[in-house]
C-alpha cells in the first residue's frame, strides 16, 4: 500500500499532502520526518534524481523537481522498486502539467490539476494510472453542460 505522497518546499512547507491508511494522530510524526528527511539530504540534489530510505518497516522514495520536494511512502508490495516507478509517473505528471520542473509558483498556479492527476495515479493506496495520455484524459476539466 502506498501510505503517503507528500509535496513540500524548499524550506519544508506542505504544499500537497495525501495519507493513505495513516492515523491521523502519525500524521504530523511522517510530516515531520518527511520534511527532516528532505532537508538532510536533498540539499545539492540533482532534478528527480531518487533517494531511498526505510523506517518502521516501510520504504520511502523522494526526490526533488524544480523547487518542490516530492515524496513517496509504501509498504508491503509497495517496496523502493515500486515506489521508483510511482514517483516517476508524478514527477512526469507534474512536468506536464507544469511544461517544466516547477518553481513553488508555478506549482501553485497549476495546483488543482497536479491534484487531479495525483487522485488519477495513487487511488486509495494502490497505484492506478501509469499512463500519460491516460491521465491527461482522466483530468480533462469539463465545463458543466446544460441539459
Known amino acids: ?13 506542505i504544499l500537497v499532502e495525501r495519507f493513505h491508511g495513516v492515523p491521523s494522530e502519525e500524521r504530523l510524526h511522517w510530516r515531520s520526518f518527511l520534511v527532516k528527511l528532505g532537508a538532510d ?19 520511502i522514495v523522494y526526490t526533488v523537481l524544480g523547487d518542490v520536494c516530492i515524496y513517496v511512502v509504501g509498504k ?7 515506489l521508483s516507478e510511482v514517483i516517476f509517473v508524478i514527477t512526469s505528471a507534474v512536468k506536464d502539467v507544469c511544461g517544466k520542473p516547477p518553481t ?12 487531479l492527476c495525483l487522485d488519477e495515479i495513487v487511488w486509495k493506496g494502490m497505484l492506478e494510472n501509469t499512463e500519460k495520455d491516460r491521465i491527461k484524459r482522466l483530468i480533462r476539466l469539463k465545463p458543466p453542460t446544460d441539459v
Open 76 to 82: 508491503d508490495d509497495y517496496d523502493e522498486l515500486a
Open 1 to 13: 500500500m502506498i501510505l503517503a505522497v507528500l509535496f513540500s518546499n524548499s524550506e519544508g512547507n
Open 104 to 115: 513553488e509558483r508555478l506549482f501553485l498556479d497549476k495546483y488543482g490539476r497536479i491534484c
Open 41 to 59: 539530504n536533498l540539499k545539492g540534489a540533482k532534478n528527480e534524481e531518487l533517494f531511498v530510505a526505510s523506517h518502521k518497516s516501510v520504504y
